[in-house]
């Protein structure tokens, strides 16, 4: 069997590890998910016997993150004829046996069913919690307890954490950091150990670095910060499957970029809440690409678009799209994006699981601080917002519904 697989040096404790806990802090873009999921499936396929509960707090979010990560492992290392994928229910089997689930903790359905997991073959040996700050102790402590009894001669029970280290204060610091417990293997990784990522992402995080360094510090060097100042919070998870008649009214919101990514969001209202449904995130695209990459896009929805690029609207007025600049105003001295995010925060924000890169932008938005007295300012930090500024165009027409249909405000706006 040829198997192709790739890594980053960087994760070798990891692999040598048989500790109960790895805990896995890490930068974006260190590669904790690939190296996670990549190994995972070589264990899987050596060591019959074994089987991985693979989690997100939210159930549903596993089909574009753990699952799309160990469905990309077995492609990226040829060993998809090894493999069976199923979507209903979400789950790979590996020929040997062995074999893969996806749960979530949100809700108490979703932490009772942890408890009647079985397997076709063997015990459950493995648990992966990605993005584990999500997760709160209690979770910790109820997945933990699935793991025990006694196991066949080579076998071992393992947890495994990959996340960013949001906060000092989360409890996975206390529990795994600032303990000596020979159990426990604390790990830490960032971009600069990728040899996988491009010039393009380094470019980005030194920007990171100079426009907003508490971020860059959570993000960029992967160590221990805080989150503060959050500006969306009144936002879900929540997959949704639609059909036009099923909202008020349905509208695009689009940031233009380039080295930044290109953002289109594909957004919903009704009864006074947004759905954002659908995204497109790219970057190093010109118009005429993403254009083309917009083919299924629905040309009757209007498009609201950053006003200060008129040529990229233009063209894409051009190509049949119902596409508008976004006018700017001053309204009594208050910033014109912070009268956008106030409206925003009057409402229920439900984003679908597919949405990754919106999931990541509005967990990290944050207001500016001011570096002398630490308090933050009414103006957000000008990184890694190019699907927050989707949103604010792409409610435009429900903010400022002048002309707009008025079956808009019922549900008491
Ligand atoms: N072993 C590998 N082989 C090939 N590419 C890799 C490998 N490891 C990482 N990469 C590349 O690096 C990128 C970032 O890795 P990954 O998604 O695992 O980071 P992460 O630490 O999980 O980041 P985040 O904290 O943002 O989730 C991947 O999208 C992939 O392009
Ligand atoms: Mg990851």
Redesign the pocket.
């Known amino acids: 069997m040829e198997i192709k697989a790739?890594?980053?040096p960087a994760f070798k404790p990891v692999h040598k590890s048989k500790k109960r806990y790895i805990a896995m802090k890490?930068?974006?873009?260190?590669?904790?998910?690939?190296?996670t999921a990549?190994v995972y499936i070589l264990r899987l396929m050596q060591d019959k016997g074994r089987n991985l509960l693979a989690m997100r707090k939210s159930e549903v979010t596993n089909r574009d993150s753990t699952f799309s990560e160990l469905l990309g492992a077995i492609n990226?290392m040829g060993l998809g004829q090894y493999w069976k994928a199923t979507l209903s229910p979400l789950k790979l089997t590996c020929v040997n046996g062995n074999s893969i689930i996806f749960r979530g903790t949100n809700d108490e359905k979703q932490r009772e069913k942890l408890k009647s997991i079985t397997f076709d073959q063997g015990k459950l040996t493995d648990v992966w919690l990605e993005e584990a700050t999500e997760f709160t102790q209690d979770d910790f402590e109820i997945i933990d307890d699935r793991l025990r009894g006694e196991l066949p001669p080579g076998l071992f029970y393992q947890i495994k954490l990959?996340f960013?280290p949001v906060s000092k204060n989360h409890w996975i610091k206390g529990a795994f950091f600032d303990v000596d417990d020979k159990n426990v293997l604390a790990h830490h990784?960032n971009y600069l150990n990728?040899r996988?990522?491009d010039q393009a992402y380094h470019e980005r995080m030194e920007r990171r670095k100079k426009l907003d360094p508490d971020g860059y510090r959570i993000y960029g060097l992967g160590e221990w910060g805080e989150v503060g100042g959050l500006i969306l919070e009144n936002w879900d998870v929540k997959k949704t499957s639609y059909q036009t008649e099923d909202f008020d009214d349905l509208a695009y919101g689009q940031d233009f970029g380039f080295n930044h990514a290109d953002a289109i969001l594909l957004l919903g209202f009704k009864d006074g809440d947004i759905y954002i449904l659908k995204e497109l995130y790219l970057y190093g695209k010109d118009t005429g690409e993403i254009i083309t990459l917009a083919k299924n896009f629905n040309h009757d929805y209007l498009m609201w678009c950053d006003s200060a690029e008129p040529d990229r609207i233009k063209m894409w007025k051009k190509a049949g799209f119902k596409a508008k600049g976004v006018s700017k105003e001053t309204t009594k001295g208050v910033k014109y994006q912070k009268s956008q995010i106030d409206w925003l925060k009057q409402r229920s924000i439900f984003i679908d699981p597919s949405c990754t890169n919106t999931l990541?932008e509005i967990e990290q938005w944050k207001w500016k601080k001011d570096e002398v007295t630490g308090d933050y300012l009414d103006e957000p930090v000008a990184f890694f917002d190019d699907a927050m500024a989707a949103l604010r165009y792409g409610v435009e027409g429900w903010r400022k519904p002048h002309g707009v249909k008025v079956k808009l405000f019922k549900g008491g706006l």
């Open positions: 790739q890594f980053n890490g930068s974006a873009g260190s590669g904790k998910s690939v190296d990549q990226r990959t960013n990784s990728n996988f990522i990541k």
